[in-house]
């Protein structure tokens, strides 16, 4: 009898794993090991379920109820019904928490980090989910659009032949996404890599289209524009069209040369490919994202 009811709880826990979207790509053999060390916990509005600079230590899967997550002064999460307190932080590799105060009386599954962590990490349905759920969140944050204004961009150096492979590895590598990934990994992205040149006026892609690849910029200046106007220069160095590529979405915005341009281009079903082949650079994208999105 006891064993019927504590298996009954089991299943509870996992019913409550598969619907968070951070954990239902898990197959049910993972989601049990999970579920076998969480537990369901209650608390009531105000309670501060977490200190900015406490140790992380658990995670906190809100089922039920309303939370607010502030990071360095600023809100990073507004969460209702459904997210997770401490996966963000997780992800981006930090050891400590955010400050997380419960709005109005809520209901969450309570998780040892040690073990989200061993369970999570390797797999790749979590981390292409994970990814898509934090591009997502990004473009939201910069009114979908590439970047944020950071101010006159720099237009990098001509040249006048394509880079061999080895150059190509170093250029990706210099980027902010893929520089501590391994590389192998970065090789074989840099090897299925092609060279795309655009006269000044080209248009690259227009809103609504279908987001088949990704361009990074070499040399030149970009023009990015969304739906409401609003737009921002980008310049040598970024990339354009990853985000809407992991979020799975079509174009959010329209993008113009304003220059001659040089970019590096990589297919969004190649960049997927090397992902799943390649655990450790999907693990290292997904942190660079975590902690853009927690950066102010």
Not at 230 to 245: F, K, R, T
Request: negative net charge; proline residues 5%; glycine residues 8%.
């Amino acid at each position: 009898m006891l064993a019927d009811l504590a298996l009954e709880g089991v299943r509870d826990r996992m019913l409550l794993l598969r619907t968070n979207p951070n954990f239902a790509p898990l197959e049910d053999d993972d989601l049990l090991r999970i579920a076998e060390h969480a537990r369901i916990s209650h608390v009531k509005k105000g309670t501060v379920l977490t200190r900015e600079g406490d140790p992380l230590t658990r995670i906190f899967l809100l089922t039920e109820g309303h939370v607010i997550v502030r990071y360095k002064g600023r809100t990073v999460a507004d969460i209702r019904g459904q997210g997770g307190v401490g996966l963000l932080s997780l992800f981006a590799g930090l050891e400590t928490t955010p400050e997380a105060i419960a709005q109005e009386d809520s209901m969450f599954l309570e998780l040892p980090a040690e073990i989200v962590r061993s369970n999570v990490f390797e797999s790749f349905a979590i981390a292409r989910n994970t990814l898509r759920l934090l591009a997502l969140g990004l473009l939201e944050r910069r009114g979908q659009l590439p970047v944020p204004d950071a101010g006159p961009p720099d237009v990098g150096v001509w040249r006048d032949r394509e880079p061999t492979v080895v150059e190509r590895v170093l250029m990706i590598r210099n980027g902010m996404f893929f520089s501590t990934a391994h590389l192998d990994a970065i090789a074989e992205l840099a090897r299925r890599a092609i060279e795309m040149r655009f006269a000044e006026g080209d248009s690259l892609w227009q809103i609504g289209e279908p987001t088949a690849f990704s361009l990074r910029i070499e040399f030149g200046k970009v023009k990015c524009t969304n739906t409401k106007g609003e737009s921002v220069v980008i310049g040598a160095g970024s990339v354009l069209g990853m985000m809407d590529a992991l979020a799975g979405i079509q174009r959010s915005y329209d993008a113009v040369a304003l220059t001659p341009l040089i970019t590096t281009k990589v297919e969004t079903a190649t960049q997927l490919a090397v992902l799943e082949a390649h655990p450790q650079m999907a693990s290292t994208l997904r942190m660079n994202l975590a902690r853009a999105f927690l950066a102010p």
